[in-house]
């Protein structure tokens, strides 16, 4: 040991995104009869155009059979084109029939050969459940 002391730093940033990135904003539970617009926003946060399609579909979760024309979701795909570093926000509007059951929301992006997917199970309200 010399008896001298050094001192050093280091500085660097991370980024925690991904060029194309979907945020869905599903809603924490539905009641019946509720007619809804579920919205999910899509941005680009690459330097080029990027175009591909986003899904939407319901499946009931007891019998996982699509819910999709139960609810009312006669169009669950769409296709965005948006510009660099912008977003753009997507919608659907879907009705929750009486005598509803929970529902399996899944949220897809498609892009050229790459997939995202989330599941998420959202409660439906029933007036005796209150």
């Known amino acids: ?8 730093t280091f500085e660097g940033h991370a980024v925690t995104a991904k060029d194309l990135m979907v945020q869905p904003n599903p809603p924490r539970f539905l009641r019946e009869g509720d007619t809804i617009e579920f919205t999910a926003k899509i941005s680009n946060q690459s330097e080029a155009v990027q175009r591909g399609t986003v899904r939407l579909t319901f499946n009931d979760s007891l019998t996982a059979q699509s819910a999709d024309k139960l609810i009312g979701n006669n169009r669950p795909e769409q296709s965005f ?13 879907i009705q929750i029939p009486e005598l509803a059951v929970s529902s399996l929301i899944k949220l897809w992006r498609h892009h050229r050969r790459l997939r995202w997917r989330r599941r998420r199970l959202t409660g439906v309200v029933t007036p005796g459940s209150s």
């Open 81 to 93: 084109d948006i510009p660099a570093k912008q977003s753009r926000t997507v919608a659907w509007r």
């Open 1 to 8: 040991m010399t008896g001298k002391f050094a001192a050093a």
